[in-house]
């Protein structure tokens, strides 16, 4: 079974770059089975997908994010992980670090935990 | 993008009842829909893919329809751990979208 952790800071100022990692444990990220993703949820409010990275290194992030997103892979290890530039308030939200399986339907298997990041001076 | 309504919002319901949660497509989905269970401070849990189909582990009285674009969630039997709220989700098409979520409600 898959395990997913998400770190990184708990608080970022408006205008910087967050930085998460998602460490994956039960299986390698190189895997041909999955695609690794970035899901978020304001405070209170629903969830909206930012985007993923597979294998290959190939990568699709959320048109609504404007490009500001970056996504990456380290496969010594095992983890991968999320840029997201300009940050505003609006920003502020639990992400969770996803499995996302590429069978013929697709779905989001596994979940971490959440980390909250707040943007606030 | 697609975008998927659910409804109700949040319904109130005993241990025991019978409760039905719909979503909604914009468009058509096929039967890309998957359904998702969050309990407050945890995150999502799968429970239903492809609008019917089980996950490995998940109780029976957990089921999943489609007619055309409209999906639901039914819930038989309430068992206190249910009362969660859940979200709809499509992978029909990206970018994946979710439903706003419907929260059940002891009542």
């Known amino acids: 079974q898959l395990q997913l952790q998400e770190s990184g800071p708990g608080l970022v100022k408006p205008s910087e770059t967050l930085s998460l990692t998602c460490t994956v444990s039960g299986d390698s990220i190189t895997s041909s089975r999955y695609y690794w993703g970035w899901i978020r949820q304001p405070p209170g409010k629903g969830l909206e997908y930012i985007g993923g990275?597979?294998?290959?290194?190939?990568?699709y992030d959320n048109p609504s994010l404007k490009s500001r997103v970056t996504m990456s892979l380290d496969t010594s290890k095992n983890q991968f992980s999320l840029k997201l530039t300009s940050m505003t308030a609006a920003d502020t939200a639990i992400y969770f670090c996803v499995s996302d399986f590429w069978s013929g339907y697709p779905y989001f298997d596994y979940w971490g935990p959440g980390t909250l990041v707040t943007v606030s001076s | 993008d697609i975008q998927m309504t659910q409804s109700p919002s949040s319904l109130s319901a005993s241990v025991g009842d019978t409760v039905s949660i719909t979503c909604r497509a914009s468009?058509?989905?096929?039967?890309?829909l998957n359904w998702y269970q969050q309990r407050p401070g945890k995150a999502p849990k799968l429970l239903i893919y492809?609008?019917?189909t089980l996950r490995s582990g998940v109780p029976s009285r957990f089921s999943g329809s489609r007619s055309g674009t409209d999906f639901t969630l039914t819930i038989s039997n309430l068992h206190p751990e249910d009362f969660a709220t859940y979200h709809c989700?499509?992978?029909?098409?990206?970018?994946?979208?979710f439903g706003q979520g419907t929260k059940v409600e002891i009542k």
């Open positions: 492809a609008a019917s």
């Open positions: 989700q499509q992978s029909y098409t990206a970018p994946r979208t």
């Open positions: 990275i597979y294998n290959s290194g190939s990568t």
């Open positions: 468009q058509t989905i096929s039967s890309y």
